[in-house]
């Protein structure tokens, strides 16, 4: 293994580990409503930590290298706040490039995997134009199963209504074992995917050349349904600094 750098960004340290391959480069979208713990299952993915307190409506971004299967991948998360807007994203160009979503709902509450029906009603009409990308539905919070108020088969019915979507319930509270195994399959996945989208390119260039889809185009602005209702939150947001951390 290669030697050990740290930078400091910000008073907060970072740390790089050295590697010797060159990884396969994913830029997954975490989606979903407030509270149902999208931070809480990247963090918990990423340092098999469980956060009890973390930053409420804000972007954030997660660089870090993982490797799954002795496949290498470098993974760049980028956690939405539920109060944010696509038009926020679409400045941003949060949505540009994007190789995987994962929408998350709490199985403890109902309106949240209404919310993660919305965004993916949104994704599907929007999936001609970004590529068909894998979408993975989780339903998170299992340990309070006790208290559930959506029931795994109606997860299970949702993502099998839609193309390439995968469904995993997990908990970020109860451990790592649950989460890493959604996530680990949701990235090879990805990695199918991304590596089918490279032949089917390889292949259409020898044919013709087309242009490019524009990014306003319809399939974009089927992709905004959810995302462009009203917030009462959005007057914060133009202030906000998005953060990222290397991990």
């Known amino acids: 293994m290669a030697g050990k750098s740290s930078t400091t960004r910000k008073g907060l340290q970072f740390l790089r580990l050295g590697h010797t ?5 994913f830029r997954i979208v975490v989606m979903g409503a407030e509270d149902v713990g999208k931070t809480a299952l990247i963090v918990r993915y990423l340092t098999k930590k469980f956060l009890h307190e973390y930053i409420r409506g804000e972007l954030l971004t997660y660089d870090r290298r993982v ?27 949060i949505m540009e490039n994007v ?3 994962v929408i998350v709902y709490s199985i403890t509450d109902r309106k949240s995997f209404m919310t993660s029906k919305e965004m993916l009603r949104s994704l599907h009409h929007g999936f001609e134009i970004v590529g068909h990308s894998p979408v993975c539905l989780i339903g998170n919070k299992l340990d309070l199963n006790h208290m559930t108020k959506v029931t795994q088969e109606e997860g299970e019915s949702v993502s099998k209504f839609y193309p390439n979507v995968e469904f995993r319930e997990c908990s970020a509270a109860e451990g790592v074992k649950s989460v890493e195994f959604a996530f680990n399959e949701f990235l090879k996945t990805v990695a199918r995917s991304k590596d089918s989208k490279k032949h089917i390119n390889s ?15 319809a399939g974009n602005s089927a992709l905004s349904h959810w995302w462009r209702r009203p917030r009462s939150s959005s007057a914060c947001e133009h202030n906000r600094q998005d953060r990222t951390y290397t991990m």
């Open 67 to 93: 490797t799954v299967d002795d496949k290498e991948f470098s993974l760049f998360f980028i956690d939405t706040p539920g109060t944010n807007t696509l038009a926020n994203l679409e400045k941003q160009e």
């Open 203 to 217: 292949n259409s260039l020898t044919v013709s050349k087309s242009p490019s889809p524009r990014r306003h185009s």
């Open 99 to 101: 190789d995987g979503y």
């Open 21 to 25: 391959s060159k990884p396969l480069n």
